[in-house]
C-alpha cells in the first residue's frame, strides 16, 4: 500500500523568505514522487518529480525538492518565496513494485505568501 | 499547445439526473486518468485509460459512473442519477507514456468540471 501525508495544511511565510512545504510518504517498494501546483478554479500543474538519481531535484519557477529516503520525506522548497507563490500545493506518490501506476495524492497544504 | 481541456467547466443537476463530463486529453498522450476531487482534498483516483483499453476502473465509486474512450483520445465520465454525494470536481489528466511506464510519467491535468447536485 501507499500513503503520503501532508502534516501542514496551511503555510505563511513573507515575501522573500524562503519556504518549506512537507510531505512524507510509505510504499512498499522505491517511490515516486511528484510536486503540483493548483491555482483557484484550475487543474493542478507539474512542477516537478523524483524517479531516481540526484536526491535534489529542480523544477519549474524556482522550486525544488529533496527526497530524502531515510527519513521518508520529499520537503518542496524555494529559496525567495513570491506572493505569486500562494496557492495550494500538493504532494503524490505512486510505489515502483508492481508497477502501480495509480497515484496517491496528499490533501494539499494552502500557502499563503504575505507581501 | 494545447493542454487538457475538459468541458463543461461547471454542471448544475438536479438530483437524479444524469450528467455527462468530456475531456480532451493533449493530442498523442496514451494514458488518460480521471479523478474525483472533493473540496479540501487530494484528488482520488477512479479510472484510467490506455488508449481505447480501461484498464483500471477500481475508484469508481458505484455502479452509477461509467467512462468511455472509444476511439482512444476524448473520454466521456458519465454519472447516471446523480446524488448529492456526487458533488465535487472531476479532473482528467493524460500523459505520453515512456517506456518507463505510466508509473513515471508526468500528467497534464484539465482545469476539471465542478459539478453540484442539488
Known amino acids: 500500500a501507499q500513503s503520503v501525508a501532508q502534516p501542514e495544511d496551511q503555510v505563511n511565510v513573507a515575501e522573500g523568505n524562503p519556504l518549506t512545504v512537507k510531505c512524507t510518504y510509505s510504499?512498499?517498494?522505491?517511490?515516486?514522487l511528484f510536486w503540483y501546483v493548483q491555482y483557484p478554479n484550475r487543474g493542478l500543474q507539474f512542477l516537478l518529480k523524483y524517479i531516481t538519481g540526484d536526491n535534489l531535484v529542480k523544477g519549474s519557477y524556482g522550486f525544488e525538492a529533496e527526497f530524502n529516503k531515510s527519513q521518508t520525506s520529499f520537503h518542496l522548497k524555494k529559496p525567495s518565496a513570491l506572493v505569486s507563490d500562494s496557492a495550494l500545493y500538493f504532494c503524490?506518490?505512486?510505489?515502483?513494485?508492481?508497477?502501480?501506476?495509480?497515484?496517491?495524492f496528499g490533501r494539499g497544504t494552502s500557502l499563503i505568501v504575505h507581501p | 499547445g494545447a493542454g487538457v481541456s475538459q468541458s463543461p467547466r461547471y454542471k448544475v443537476a438536479k438530483r437524479g439526473q444524469d450528467v455527462a463530463l468530456r475531456c480532451d486529453p493533449i493530442?498523442?498522450?496514451?494514458?488518460l486518468f480521471w479523478y474525483q476531487q472533493a473540496l479540501g482534498q487530494g484528488p482520488e483516483f477512479l479510472t484510467y485509460f490506455q488508449n481505447e483499453a480501461q484498464l483500471d476502473k477500481s475508484g469508481l465509486p458505484s455502479d452509477r459512473f461509467f467512462a468511455e474512450r472509444p476511439e482512444g483520445s476524448v473520454s466521456t465520465l458519465k454519472i447516471q442519477r446523480t446524488q448529492q454525494e456526487d458533488s465535487a470536481v472531476y479532473l482528467c489528466?493524460?500523459?505520453?507514456?515512456?517506456?518507463?511506464?505510466?508509473?513515471?510519467?508526468?500528467?497534464?491535468f484539465g482545469p476539471g468540471t465542478r459539478l453540484t447536485v442539488l
Open positions: 489528466a493524460s500523459s505520453f507514456s515512456s517506456v518507463q511506464g505510466p508509473s513515471t510519467d508526468t500528467q497534464y
Open positions: 510504499v512498499s517498494g522505491n517511490p515516486y
Open positions: 503524490a506518490v505512486r510505489d515502483s513494485s508492481g508497477g502501480s501506476y495509480i497515484p496517491t
Open positions: 493530442s498523442g498522450h496514451v494514458s
